[in-house]
């Protein structure tokens, strides 16, 4: 046994130092040892080192793995058999080990030199995933660190102990870091990668802005304020939604503060953006029209509730306020609401809606079979589709004048026959669209890949490797680089005919 009574020592301090636990210290310090170990023996064999925290004196063993007696060694050096394990101790298992002490020997400056970096190597990895357990939980959420440096437009920052990296693309263009300046992100992600910074921060977020204003406004922390969405241009505008709990309660004086003062210091925090509060309502038209402040909304129509589509109606003259600089306004209220918003006059509304109901009449003449007087009738009366005609009692579309019984009743014959006839359509088409196995057999395909392409005509691999870049990347969901990745893959047998 070699007494080493400074190991104790050196294992606190670098455990103090990378606030690392004592104990993985001496486990990286035994893995080295044993490295060391084997080395000596020669790499074939197995050791292993124990050591006494209290003392630092540690032993060093030489090692066998218990295999079943059926199963070939093909190490000697390093397993035995069952059998010959219980000649020396009767109640070993397969699996576990038959150790011996062997003498501790002093290493060389070469070997000391490779334990060294062992322990460091270890050390370092044990640090790594200190740091992803400890922050993996707080991915976005709100950090404050100093800069240490600036490299190349990426910001190092230090965080408490650990150093992040907020990359040039996070940061706000009017940001001007310098060494030693205090800042604050969004933890945007944790790797566990073995090289490279862990922390990746990022100031351009919607998440920064909401955590900002928690800080500023005590009543969101109290419970008395929610704040529901934001959405940002980063460094030239935002908007944040909020709501009180209590009817009584004024969101939007209490988010600005006494002469703005806490909305300017959540500006000022974010180089000077400009923040416009509105309030929440659960209200999707009352929403979308406090969004879109500072213009005057006249009217909201939601002709899509499905996809969460709506045409607003402004006068000529909040157009350009409505719209925003470059379209800034209607975008940060598209993505504060969540609903796509279409910005028109009167006049293109009413031109819209002449076009809808041409269409629609169009259709009514076509299935229905029907004049062009019937048809208008019948959109003016708000019957828009087939499924409004055939869903109405007989008796209230008598009600309408020139509408007798007999024409009620062909009309709605014929619209019922009309959503038959469109139903087996869409039965058929979607039997035709079902995928051929030899889609599947495209290396790069997946089923949900497989499904868009039959649903748009390409059912097999022939279909697929004579389709070019420009027809895939038509298809919602199909990228140019996987429209590419899908024509090379589906291609791959006629490159290794050609090669034969």
Same mark, same amino acid.
């Given at each position: 046994?070699?007494?080493?009574?400074?190991?104790?020592? *050196?294992?606190?301090?670098? @455990?103090?130092?990378?606030?690392?636990?004592? %104990?993985?210290?001496?486990?990286? &310090?035994?893995?080295?040892?044993?490295?060391?170990?084997?080395?000596?023996?020669?790499? /074939?064999?197995?050791?292993?080192?124990?050591?006494?925290?209290?003392?630092?004196?540690?032993?060093?063993?030489?090692?066998?793995?218990?295999? /079943?007696?059926?199963?070939? *060694?093909?190490?000697?050096?390093?397993?035995?058999?069952?059998?010959?394990?219980?000649?020396?101790?009767?109640?070993?298992?397969?699996?576990?080990?038959?150790?011996?002490?062997?003498?501790?020997?002093?290493?060389?400056?070469?070997?000391?030199?490779?334990?060294?970096?062992?322990?460091?190597?270890?050390?370092?990895?044990? /640090?790594?995933?200190?740091?992803?357990?400890?922050?993996?939980?707080?991915?976005?959420?709100?950090?404050?660190?100093?800069?240490?440096?600036?490299?190349?437009?990426?910001?190092?920052?230090?965080?408490?102990?650990?150093?992040?990296?907020?990359?040039?693309? @996070?940061?706000?263009? #009017?940001?001007?870091?310098?060494?030693?300046?205090?800042?604050?992100?969004? &933890?945007?992600?944790?790797?566990?990668? =073995?090289?490279?910074?862990?922390?990746?921060?990022?100031?351009?977020?919607?998440? !920064?802005?909401?955590?900002?204003?928690?800080?500023?406004?005590?009543?969101?922390?109290?419970?008395?304020?929610?704040?529901?969405?934001?959405?940002?241009?980063?460094?030239?505008?935002?908007?944040?939604?909020?709501?009180?709990?209590?009817?009584?309660?004024?969101?939007?004086?209490?988010?600005?503060?006494?002469?703005?003062?806490?909305?300017?210091?959540?500006?000022?925090?974010?180089?000077?953006?400009?923040?416009? *509060?509105?309030?929440?309502?659960?209200?999707?038209?009352?929403?979308?029209?406090?969004?879109?402040? =500072?213009?005057?909304?006249?009217?909201?129509?939601?002709?899509?509730?499905?996809?969460?589509?709506?045409?607003?109606?402004?006068? %000529?003259?909040?157009?350009?306020?409505?719209?925003?600089?470059?379209?800034?306004?209607?975008?940060?209220?598209?993505?504060?609401?969540?609903?796509?918003?279409?910005?028109?006059?009167?006049?293109?509304?009413?031109?819209?809606?002449?076009? /809808?109901?041409? #269409?629609?009449?169009?259709?009514?003449?076509?299935? !229905?079979?029907?004049?062009?007087?019937?048809?208008?009738?019948?959109?003016?009366?708000?019957?828009?589709? &087939?499924?409004? *005609?055939?869903?109405?009692?007989?008796?209230?579309?008598?009600?309408?004048?020139?509408?007798?019984? +007999?024409?009620?009743?062909?009309?709605?014959?014929?619209?019922?026959?009309?959503?038959?006839?469109?139903?087996?359509?869409?039965? #058929?088409?979607?039997?035709?669209?079902?995928?051929?196995?030899? &889609?599947? %057999?495209?290396?790069?395909?997946?089923?949900?890949?497989?499904?868009?392409?039959?649903?748009?005509?390409?059912?097999?691999?022939? +279909?697929?490797?004579?389709?070019?870049?420009?027809?895939?990347?038509?298809? =919602?969901?199909?990228?140019?680089?996987?429209? #590419?990745?899908?024509?090379?893959?589906?291609?791959?047998?006629?490159?290794?005919?050609?090669?034969?």
């Amino acid at each position: 046994m070699v007494s080493s009574n400074y190991i104790p020592q *050196i294992v606190q301090a670098l @455990s103090d130092e990378r606030n690392l636990a004592p %104990e993985v210290i001496f486990e990286a &310090l035994e893995a080295a040892l044993a490295l060391a170990a084997r080395r000596k023996l020669g790499n /074939e064999s197995d050791a292993r080192v124990s050591i006494d925290q209290e003392t630092g004196d540690y032993e060093t063993f030489r090692r066998w793995e218990v295999i /079943e007696d059926e199963e070939e *060694i093909e190490f000697p050096e390093r397993q035995i058999s069952l059998v010959e394990a219980r000649e020396k101790n009767s109640g070993i298992q397969a699996g576990e080990f038959v150790e011996i002490i062997i003498p501790s020997r002093a290493t060389d400056r070469i070997s000391a030199a490779a334990t060294r970096q062992v322990v460091m190597q270890k050390v370092r990895e044990a /640090e790594r995933d200190r740091v992803y357990r400890e922050f993996a939980p707080r991915k976005g959420t709100m950090l404050s660190g100093v800069v240490r440096r600036v490299d190349r437009g990426d910001v190092i920052v230090e965080t408490e102990g650990v150093e992040a990296l907020l990359p040039r693309m @996070s940061c706000i263009s #009017k940001d001007g870091f310098r060494q030693g300046d205090r800042v604050r992100a969004i &933890l945007r992600d944790v790797r566990s990668d =073995p090289r490279g910074p862990q922390l990746i921060l990022d100031r351009t977020s919607p998440e !920064l802005l909401i955590e900002l204003f928690k800080l500023e406004v005590p009543e969101t922390r109290e419970g008395l304020i929610e704040i529901r969405s934001a959405a940002r241009d980063p460094g030239l505008r935002a908007k944040i939604a909020v709501r009180a709990v209590t009817a009584q309660f004024d969101p939007i004086g209490a988010c600005v503060g006494v002469r703005g003062t806490r909305v300017q210091s959540v500006s000022k925090e974010i180089a000077g953006e400009r923040v416009d *509060i509105v309030e929440w309502s659960s209200n999707a038209a009352q929403f979308v029209i406090n969004a879109l402040a =500072p213009a005057v909304v006249e009217k909201v129509v939601a002709n899509q509730p499905d996809v969460k589509a709506v045409d607003v109606v402004v006068s %000529e003259s909040q157009l350009s306020k409505a719209i925003g600089r470059a379209g800034q306004n209607v975008r940060l209220a598209s993505q504060l609401t969540g609903w796509e918003i279409n910005i028109m006059t009167r006049d293109e509304q009413e031109q819209k809606l002449n076009e /809808e109901a041409q #269409k629609i009449a169009t259709e009514f003449m076509e299935l !229905l079979d029907v004049d062009e007087d019937v048809a208008t009738v019948l959109i003016q009366n708000d019957y828009t589709s &087939l499924l409004d *005609i055939v869903c109405v009692e007989p008796d209230v579309l008598e009600q309408i004048e020139q509408f007798d019984a +007999d024409l009620v009743s062909n009309i709605q014959s014929r619209a019922a026959d009309a959503m038959l006839q469109r139903e087996f359509q869409a039965i #058929k088409q979607s039997e035709e669209n079902v995928p051929d196995d030899t &889609l599947y %057999e495209v290396e790069a395909m997946d089923e949900t890949t497989a499904q868009i392409l039959a649903a748009n005509g390409i059912r097999t691999m022939e +279909d697929l490797q004579e389709a070019d870049t420009f027809t895939l990347v038509e298809i =919602p969901g199909i990228s140019e680089d996987r429209a #590419k990745e899908l024509i090379m893959s589906a291609r791959a047998p006629w490159f290794e005919q050609s090669e034969q």
